[in-house]
């Protein structure tokens, strides 16, 4: 953080604001910024491809209908080392009020070697192959194997309500959400405590039982709600934000079944659920 800090403020205040919020275009009156607001983007703070991408190669061109002045240039940061990229994307990630898992330096050589170019991104491409987060929520229908009338509460996508599962966990219990259209998912992100200071905090939920995350999980995804796939991943559950990466597979509904067995004893929580589909996506 500190280092990345640094770097922040040495390099990309001066375009994107002290404040992250993006630095004001001289002698603008519209509230016109010389480069995006970076406070409170799902892209940003989702998969931590998007923003690798962005830092090692740069982008150019319109983003999200917009353009910036002098073409929009973000300008490539690659030839830095893995190391500073996992600093500064894990700075971004967690200041001005964001908060989102630390960028890793394997995670940056990763996406570099799977990435061999020299020519900055344009939105359009990145949005094509990336995981981006689905913005529909409101089109979501969820529902659960216990307390499946407060299941809407866990994918509001705000992060101020919540669903609890108001008994212990024990294998078999399930949340499931249900989209409006078939999209290819890459990623699922399922929150315990969302919306930082906003949150609930941890501690007694509504029953007699603690509520937290999931124990352990399997996933399995269908297209009609009726026939469901083999397991498409299994884990361990995290606190506070279960990452889920699959192998990005066609889903009209995703289901995650709790597997574990916590101990001590505590009911299942849910914030808010985060979808990421790659391909066709609008951002
Ligand atoms: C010279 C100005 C400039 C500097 C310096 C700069 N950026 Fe940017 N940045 C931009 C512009 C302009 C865009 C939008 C590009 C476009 O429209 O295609 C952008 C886009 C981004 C995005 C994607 C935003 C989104 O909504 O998808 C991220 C993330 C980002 N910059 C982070 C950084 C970080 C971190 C630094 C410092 C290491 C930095 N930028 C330095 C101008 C700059």
Redesign the pocket.
Known sequence: MLRGEG??KE??????GRDGKGAPMGGATDGST?????VG?P??LGNAD??TK??LY???????G??????????P?GTNTDDWIAD??S??RNSFGNSAPFVTTERVTAVRKANPRTS????AE?VSTTPMPLLNQVEWKATASHNPDAAASGINGEGTTRWESAVAQEPGMWFQIELPQPVNVAEILVDTLAGGRGGFGFGRGRGTLPAGPLSAYRVQVSMDGTTWSEPVAEGQGQNPTTTITLKPVQARFVRITQTGTPQPASAWAIQRVRIFAIGGVKP
Request: aromatic fraction near 12%; proline fraction near 4%; charged fraction near 10%.
């Open positions: 770097t922040y390099l990309c205040a001066a375009c994107h010389l480069a995006p607001n970076l983007v892209r940003i998007y923003i962005v830092l740069g982008m150019t061109g319109e983003l999200d917009k353009n910036f002045p002098g073409g929009g240039v973000m300008v940061m500064i994307a700075y971004v900055m991104w344009s939105f990145l």
